[in-house]
């Protein structure tokens, strides 16, 4: 950059404008002997005459200001030639202002020559050469006079073949995101939607790639400037919570630093809980006393690859499964094993050693809501990775994570609705105790609950036994009176409890609890026998009633923005008609907007860097590696040692291998044996 001291009108050289018999709105004025266009805005370039537009008539242009003589050389000129511009020196006066700049072609100057490229040690394929000393510029100089930029100096030789005008829309320079572009981007990455998808979108509304105006490529930068000027990872989680903290009060968030100050665990939850003191206790602790069960399938499928008879996987899969007693399983276990001579099989062995975690006869009792095996889980993942990838960062996490129980609890909204919609047909002959359980659980459970009513007529009560503070019913099916199980029942407060045990295991009351409530006419469902979670009533408590609204479903705020977005349609509409409604409605709303904003942000947490107990700065979490076997493992010690693919000895490759001369060596016909990256598969006769 040049700095001039000299007296402003000193340097600059200003032209006469000629004045032609037109005196009318016209930007341009022509005589027959020379001309001046003076170009106001970007608008008079299209009314631009391309026959004038030689080297020497170039010099007579004149502009506003830089923005406006830079978009002409660049956005115009440069894009019908085939170039694009770059900014070059420019001139200052003794008060620091620009009197002189200078535009160049995009392939002016040279590229620096890179150490590897002189060594030879560059990994990647080199760039391709942009730059070629390209001569071509416009210089423009301010003309204090008139306060217009003139062109002084014009050279259009390139040393180079123009683009075809398909390609110069990729030139970066050309391609550009609007700011209606990165608002409309944002919008549809807060919905969920991928980058390429956006950039599909793009294309379908400008009618073709063509017309977008920018690449894929720009888009995906775009988004990585976003995360460059946003808080580091953990202040920008940390602040996200604490904004829905403030809008939801039913969001609760924690988070522990260790001793450097740098985040190590953080929990949040928005669903309510019923308080009960078990699930506090279980969260605190990392549920430590949780009972692990094995997946269902894949015993199954592990059963099928090493023992690989389907006969005993079906007897397996019945002793894993089957409602048995603990003496009974033992009995079933012994009689798979001898009949298919497994006495020896190590992982036989080993999986009787674990029934506590796979058989139902020893799990029993364990509340496991009915799962038996992982696949709702992985279900969960499976959707949950359509949101949420590798390179997600925390901030994005959390987000794309709210977002995704959003859909959860929008898809639970619909079947909730279906639960409420109407009345349960009733089917079975016990009307009172069902209309009672259609009243109370949700449609599915319901369903779920129906077989053991329609059951529950079937049992008959062969004797009881009256204790102290309760009585011992002991009950049988009808046809199967050597089968027996017991009922216990306590009538204040009212309790029954079965040594099936499938209440404590499955949430749901057996067909031998049934059978003694209808023994003892019991016609309501008694709420030692209901769950909370399976009942319609439970997502009562996850309201939060801020303001006398509901912050799940809130008519007024919704009626409130489809009315605004309504009156916006209807003023764009009006407004984009006439540049001065355009104006005054865009200055407008501008000013409502950063009115708003400030505040919003006024009202917010304040210092964005502290953490919520006014502790110190938090830093970012330590970053972990992917899963894999951790250093002197098992499995990485029966690894086998990599060996040159050049030679075929171990400690090296065949980029480095030693003997990489020896293998390339000419023969006597100029040819090479074999190159670098190639064996020989057998030896040269």
């Not at 830079?70 to 440069?78: A, H, R």
């Not at 938090?618 to 086998?640: F, H, N, W």
Request: aromatic share 10%; charged share 30%.
């Amino acid at each position: 950059m040049e700095n001039i001291n000299e007296n402003v009108g000193e340097n600059v050289v200003g032209l006469e404008e000629i004045e032609s018999e037109d005196d009318g709105d016209n930007a341009f004025h022509y005589d027959s002997r020379q001309f001046v266009i003076g170009v106001d805005s970007e608008a008079d370039f299209v009314d631009l005459n391309p026959d004038l537009l030689s080297e020497e008539n170039l010099k007579n242009f004149n502009f506003p200001n830089l923005d406006v003589a830079y978009n002409f050389y660049n956005n115009w000129y440069g894009k019908m030639k085939g170039f694009s511009a770059r900014k070059g020196k420019e001139r200052k006066n003794a008060m620091e202002e620009i009197i002189e700049k200078t535009y160049l072609c995009h392939r002016e100057g040279k590229r620096p020559i890179n150490t590897n490229e002189k060594t030879g040690k560059k990994k990647r394929e080199a760039k391709p050469e942009t730059r070629c000393l390209c001569p071509a510029k416009m210089k423009v100089r301010l003309d204090v006079h008139s306060g217009r930029w003139n062109v002084i100096k014009f050279c259009d030789a390139h040393n180079h073949e123009m683009l075809n005008p398909k390609y110069t829309g990729m030139l970066p320079v050309h391609r550009k995101l609007s700011e209606a572009d990165i608002l409309e981007m944002n919008n549809m990455r807060n919905a969920g939607i991928t980058t390429p998808q956006i950039y599909g979108s793009f294309v379908s509304q400008s009618g073709g790639y063509n017309n977008v105006g920018f690449r894929k490529r720009d888009l995906y930068n775009e988004i990585g400037r976003q995360r460059m000027l946003q808080l580091s990872d953990d202040k920008g989680a940390i602040k996200y919570l604490r904004e829905r903290e403030q809008n939801e009060g039913s969001m609760f968030w924690r988070h522990t630093t260790d001793s450097k100050g740098r985040l190590q665990r953080l929990f949040w939850c928005d669903v309510i809980t019923d308080g009960d003191l078990a699930m506090r206790n279980a969260i605190k602790r990392v549920l430590p006393n949780a009972h692990h069960r094995l997946c269902g399938w894949h015993l199954c499928r592990n059963a099928a690859s090493n023992v690989k008879n389907p006969k005993m996987v079906s007897m397996f899969r019945k002793c894993m499964l089957g409602d048995y007693e603990v003496s009974e399983f033992k009995h079933r276990w012994e009689v798979m094993v001898k009949e298919f001579r497994l006495e020896e099989n190590n992982w036989v062995k080993e999986m009787y050693e674990k029934k506590r975690m796979w058989a139902t006869a020893y799990i029993r009792g364990n509340f496991f809501a009915g799962f038996r095996t992982t696949s709702r889980c992985e279900g969960l993942h499976g959707q949950l990775g359509k949101f949420v990838h590798s390179r997600t960062d925390l901030v994005g996490f959390l987000k794309n994570y709210g977002r995704f129980l959003e859909v959860l609890g929008y898809n639970e909204l619909e079947v909730d609705f279906e639960s409420v919609r109407g009345d349960m047909v009733l089917e079975t002959n016990l009307h009172a105790l069902e209309r009672s359980a259609s009243k109370i659980f949700t449609k599915e459970v319901f369903i779920l609950l129906r077989p053991a009513l329609a059951r529950g007529s079937t049992i008959r009560v062969m004797g009881c036994t009256q204790l102290m503070s309760q009585t011992i019913f002991t009950v049988s099916k009808y046809g199967r009176s050597q089968k027996r199980w017991q009922v216990s029942y306590i009538p204040e407060p009212l309790f029954i409890k079965c040594s099936c045990q499938r209440m404590e295991s499955f949430g749901l009351p057996c067909d031998h609890i049934i059978g003694v409530m209808v023994h003892l006419n019991i016609q309501e469902m008694p709420k030692c026998l209901v769950l909370s979670r399976w009942t319609m009533g439970v997502k009562d408590s996850a309201y939060d009633i801020r303001d006398g609204r509901n912050s799940i479903w809130d008519s007024v705020y919704d009626a409130r923005c489809g009315y605004l977005d309504f009156l916006c349609k209807k003023m764009n509409r009006l407004g984009g008609r006439s540049d001065t409604r355009f104006n005054e409605i865009k200055d407008w709303v501008s000013s409502k907007i950063n009115l708003y904003s400030a505040s919003h942000m006024s009202s917010g947490d304040g210092n964005e860097n502290a953490t919520d107990e006014g502790g110190p700065t938090l830093k970012d979490p330590i970053r972990v590696g992917s899963k894999g076997c951790a250093a002197g493992s098992s499995s990485q010690a029966r690894r086998r040692p990599h060996k040159c693919r050049q030679c075929g000895l171990v400690g090296h490759n065949r980029t480095t291998c030693p003997n990489k001369r020896k293998y390339e060596a000419p023969l006597e016909s100029g040819e090479v044996l074999f190159r670098a990256g190639q064996s020989c598969s057998r030896p040269c006769e």
